[in-house]
């Protein structure tokens, strides 16, 4: 039986389930979904990439934060930050949560989906529900946890 809503609707669907956020502005989680080159973003040669430097930055603050919480020293905070937010580790995340099946990705890519493209969409969509939210880091914990980020025990 067909889906009643399009691959856009059911992306943010996916995502809104996914994180448990609410976007104010769901253009910006399609965003972040969109491999640069792609063509759905006119205008936008670069895809999900500015969104995604900011989801880095905001993935190390968390980490940081966290760890200083929980009075980590900062040799233990640096490596905790260095495994989570390593490419190969959002990637891995990225693919057991199912992101593949909603990146839209572009023609040479053949529908393959890399490592480095997952892990580049997984700081994106944090980078855009950051946005999305004003800033507002309270929303972060949460997304972070269920995006399987949060600080190992």
């Known amino acids: 039986m067909p ?28 965003e972040a979904l969109q491999v640069a ?9 670069d895809g999900n990439k500015d969104l995604a430097l900011v989801g880095d930055a ?3 603050l968390h980490v940081i934060i966290e760890g200083r919480q929980r009075h980590q020293c900062r040799e233990r905070i640096n490596k905790v930050e260095s495994s989570l937010g390593a490419n ?6 990225g693919f057991k949560l199912g992101l ?8 040479s890519q053949r529908g393959e989906i890399s ?3 997952m892990a580049t969409t997984v700081e ?3 980078g855009a529900i950051f946005v999305d939210s ?15 980020l949060g600080w190992p025990q």
């Open 115 to 117: 490592d480095r493209t």
């Open 134 to 148: 004003g800033c507002d880091y309270s929303v972060l914990p949460d997304v972070m946890a269920r995006l399987g």
């Open 3 to 30: 889906s009643l809503y399009s691959p856009k609707d059911e992306a943010l669907r996916f995502i809104q389930v996914l994180t448990g956020y609410a976007p104010n502005n769901p253009s910006l989680i399609w």
């Open 88 to 93: 190969s580790s959002l990637a891995r995340k």
């Open 100 to 107: 593949e099946s909603y990146i839209q990705g572009n023609q």
């Open 124 to 126: 994106a969509i944090i």
């Open 58 to 60: 905001i993935l190390s």
């Open 37 to 45: 080159g792609n063509g759905n973003t006119p205008g936008n040669k």
